[in-house]
């Protein structure tokens, strides 16, 4: 479990092109959550899960340079649970310009890939391809990048490497 908290960080932090010698500049992140509370989005949360990955994704920024509240700023987002309100909170989100956009879920990343061609959008989802986020994982193209946890694409290399050790 932690490697892919790790991994999910890691791209995270390496979407927003942070570096230590830009510590001039102020880094803008937009995090959106499907659903829960804003309060989710921290290194303290209750749910333990959200807890982990927030706390994996900060470190990462912070060993790049990058503190919340210093030069990095953090605008949280919840669409509360109402899918029917994902498009309008994606406008909400495009709308503050932020450099980079996290997408919690495959419905939000579907809601903020149409607003906006241009923000980098990192995303965690299930199947990135089975929903149309993306084409292929090896080449997302356009502004998308990120973690697609159960793909079917993924699980067949899995089983071809698998073969491979035991056959």
Do not use: C, W
Not at 43 to 58: G, H, Y
Not at 152 to 164: F, P, Y
């Amino acid at each position: 479990m932690r490697r892919r908290e790790f991994t999910v960080a890691l791209t995270l932090a390496s979407a927003l092109g942070v570096r230590a010698h830009s510590q001039a500049k102020q880094h803008r992140i937009a995090i959106v959550l499907a659903g829960g509370t804003i309060a989710r989005i921290s290194e303290t949360s209750s749910d333990p899960v959200s807890r982990r990955f927030f706390q994996a994704f900060f470190s990462e920024l912070r060993r790049l340079g990058d503190v919340e509240g210093q030069n990095l700023m953090i605008a949280r987002y919840s669409g509360e649970g109402r899918p029917a309100s994902h498009a309008d909170l994606a406008r909400e989100v495009i709308s503050h310009n932020p450099e980079v956009i996290v997408a919690s879920t495959g419905p939000v990343a579907l809601a903020v890939r149409a607003a906006t061609a241009t923000i980098p959008i990192v995303f965690e989802v299930v199947d990135a391809v089975g929903i149309g986020l993306v084409t292929n994982l090896a080449h997302p193209g356009g502004n998308m990048t990120g973690v697609s946890l159960f793909d079917a694409e993924l699980n067949a290399k899995r089983l071809q490497i698998l073969k491979e050790v035991v056959p």
